[in-house]
Structure formats: structure tokens, C-alpha cells
């Protein structure tokens, strides 16, 4: 039988083998990263083709339209994504107050390895939208369930929070790599001008 061991010449730790075999290994908070490195909070908008307006209520039915955050000079991992739909007379079964979009809003990842990737596609009401986020956060009830009032002057809002790590089980969130064309984002394929309004925003670190 061959023994070998693993040692960290630089600290001086050896890895230890429990009687079971196991290795006995503990999750750290954030990615693992080099001690010269520093881990900020970062808050953006999803905006037109990555870098133009935020304002979602355009008119993709002829030309669908790409709203996304893009990779930047140091990597990004969105853990929360949070958006807001306002319109007069929102209710579940629409978009804002509009019918049922025909062909809905498409949520994906885009990763410069993998390529597109939709996580969810058809995303037609409100109701649609609020299951993305599943359910969360959970407030009113009845009618008023999941709507805010007088958001955007006396128009109502439905707000999700879709946490990756809850929803998707993912650690950290979603990478997007440094210097590379990673995004997330979503695709407006609907006329939806007649809406009040509709943001995107996501959370998370950058390192």
C-alpha cells in the first residue's frame, strides 16, 4: 500500500483522514478567493442590451427586447434577483393590468462557455411571475395577496424577490466571469408599453 499524504508547505496543515475515510470539510461564506483580493456588495439594474435604459415596458413583439446585466473587469455572483411590475388594476391572472401576453417573458443565463441557457420562458402573468419567485415574499391575501398599493402614484405593484441559493440551490448565485460576455437577464417578446412600469434589479458580490 502506497501512503501519501497532502500538506500545505505554506501554513503547515495536513489534511486528516477520519477513521471512516472521511475528510472533514467546512462551507466559507463566499467564494474562495486570494487573501489580496476583496469581496464588495454590488446593486444593478438590468437595462436594454446591457447598458441602456431600465425602464422593461417596451414593445417586443416585433423585435424582442434584451434587458441584462453583463460581466465586468472582476467576477459577479447575483444571488438576488428582485422585480417590479406596476400598473392600475394589477391582478394575478395578468401582466400588470394587461391580458396574458401572448408570448411572455423569458428569463436566462448566458454564459460565454455554455452559451444561452433559459432557466424559464413563458412567463405571461403576474401570477407567472411571482411563481419565478416562488412565492417569496409572502404578504396580504386574498385579492391582495403579493401586491403593494400606490407604488407608482396610485398604480398597485407585484414585487418578487427570486433568491437563486432558495430557489436554484445555488451557494453563491450565478458567476458572471470577469472580462467575458457572461449576463442574466430577460427578454421582453410582448408589447407591454401599456404598463406603468417594470424594473429588474439583481444583488450580490463582486470579487
Do not use: C
Not at 444593478?44 to 434584451?66: C, F, I, P, R
Not at 472580462?179 to 458580490?205: E, P
Amino acid at each position: 500500500m502506497l501512503k501519501t499524504s497532502l500538506h500545505d508547505q505554506k501554513n503547515g496543515h495536513s489534511l486528516a483522514i477520519e477513521e471512516d475515510g472521511s475528510v472533514n470539510v467546512y462551507v466559507i461564506p463566499q467564494p474562495p478567493k486570494d487573501a489580496e483580493q476583496i469581496t464588495l456588495p454590488i446593486a444593478e439594474y438590468m437595462k436594454l442590451n446591457g447598458n441602456g435604459v431600465t425602464a422593461m415596458n417596451v414593445n417586443g413583439s416585433v423585435n424582442q427586447q434584451d434587458f441584462y446585466v453583463q460581466a465586468r473587469e472582476y467576477d459577479v455572483y447575483i444571488n438576488t434577483v428582485v422585480f417590479d411590475i406596476s400598473d392600475a388594476g394589477a391582478s394575478l391572472e395578468k401582466f400588470g393590468a394587461l391580458t396574458a401576453l401572448t408570448n411572455g417573458l423569458e428569463f436566462y443565463y448566458f454564459n460565454q462557455t455554455q452559451g444561452k441557457y433559459t432557466i424559464e420562458s413563458g412567463l405571461k402573468s403576474n401570477y407567472d411571475m411571482i411563481k419565478l419567485a416562488n412565492f417569496q415574499p409572502a404578504f396580504g391575501s386574498g385579492n391582495e395577496a403579493y401586491k403593494l398599493t400606490n407604488v407608482v402614484g396610485a398604480s398597485e405593484s407585484y414585487v418578487g424577490v427570486i433568491d437563486l441559493e432558495d430557489v436554484f440551490g445555488l451557494q453563491w448565485g450565478l458567476k458572471l466571469k470577469a472580462y467575458s460576455t457572461d449576463r442574466l437577464g430577460f427578454i421582453v417578446k410582448d408589447n407591454i408599453t401599456g404598463i406603468d412600469a417594470m424594473t429588474v434589479k439583481i444583488y450580490g458580490i463582486r470579487v
